[in-house]
Nanobody, 121 residues
Framework: QVQLEESGGGLVQVGGSLRLTCAASGSIRWVTSMGWYRQTPGNQRELVALITRDGPTKVADSVKGRFTISKVNDKNMVTLQMSSLKPEDTAVYYC???????????????WGQGTQVTVSS
């Protein structure tokens, strides 16, 4: 019903920048929120940043001041601008969207397949 397409992952050196994008498509009435989570082997998946339909954002303390999440106007799309990257940022990054599907009034979470971000030291 709903798919998330992620792009922008890759290899970058310490201190570098990378931009991740996520676009939701399918039978969408509206998207309540979209954001990025990340996970490393043996660890739990953690919130990186998210943005709500109305605009408010939530950013993890570990990336605050370095990562910025934003919406693409009039699109079910978000961009995560990552700067001053550290080796600790290395992880698989997953896009998540809380989607209210067409013909419904409640939301459910959809997840992307994940994109690898590697920060070399």
């Amino acid at each position: 019903q709903v798919q998330l397409e992620e792009s922008g992952g890759g290899l970058v050196q310490v201190g570098g920048s990378l931009r991740l994008t996520c676009a939701a498509s399918g039978s969408i009435r509206w998207v309540t929120s979209m954001g990025w989570y990340r996970q490393t082997p043996g660890n739990q998946r953690e919130l990186v940043a998210l943005i709500t339909r109305d605009g408010p954002t939530k950013v993890a303390d570990s990336v605050k001041g370095r990562f910025t999440i934003s919406k693409v106007n009039d699109k079910n799309m978000v961009t995560l601008q990552m700067s001053s990257l550290k080796p600790e940022d290395t992880a698989v990054y997953y896009c998540k969207a809380d989607v209210v599907e067409s013909g419904t009034v409640w939301g459910r979470d959809y997840w992307g397949q994940g994109t690898q971000v590697t920060v070399s030291s």
